[in-house]
């Protein structure tokens, strides 16, 4: 009976094949799990970037506007009227959406704005250039993935509703971020 509690010398210590393969099964799945969370963090970071550039875009869309209509107030002979008629001189007003063309110059509808046409035009995709956005149409820049659509709707002829709409691309689809106002003809 001694001997069945007897040890043998000769056995060695360590991990059995199965022992290992659970260690490394384990081990496997939380650095699978890790990388699954930081490559979502990642893209969530850049969707983030995305929106608030979108959302910056955006903004300057009905600020340019504002700022146009400001001009043709202050500065126009018939002010607000010319500032409508500038509009639908450029096909802006109940159409699918214009852009514009920011010169650094006093504003003028005549030059600085353009029919972007239909949602699927390419007219109103923005390039970034020396990281500033502008249009394509204006210089051939690389494509940013943003385009920027700014529509107007007017029923009374002292109210022009604007809305700038930028849009872009991203794994999961199309994403866009819209401001609206209501310009008024001030007097």
């Known amino acids: 009976m001694k001997n069945f509690f007897i040890k043998n010398k000769n056995s060695k210590k360590g991990f059995t094949l199965v022992e290992t393969l659970v260690a490394l099964s384990i081990f496997t799945t939380a650095v699978l799990a890790m990388l699954i969370i930081l490559s ?11 929106k608030l550039v979108a959302t910056y875009l955006a903004q300057e869309g009905v600020e340019y506007f504002r ?29 699918e959406g214009c852009g514009f063309i920011d010169l650094s110059t006093p504003f003028q509808l005549d030059t600085d704005v353009y029919y972007c046409g239909d949602s699927k035009s390419t007219d109103c995709e923005l390039g970034l ?42 794994n999961s689809g199309e994403h866009s971020v819209s401001f609206s106002e209501d310009l008024l003809g001030w007097y």
């Open 40 to 50: 979502q963090g990642i893209s969530q970071t850049s969707y983030a970037k995305n």
């Open 67 to 95: 700022n146009m209509r400001d001009n043709y107030m202050l500065y126009g002979t018939n002010g607000f009227i010319d500032f409508n008629k500038a509009l639908n001189n450029k096909k802006c007003l109940n159409t």
């Open 129 to 170: 250039y020396e990281g500033k956005y502008s249009p394509i149409i204006l210089n051939p820049n690389p494509d940013s993935g943003f385009k920027r659509v700014v529509t107007f709707t007017s029923d009374d002829p002292n109210i022009i509703h604007i809305t700038s709409t930028v849009s872009w691309m991203q």
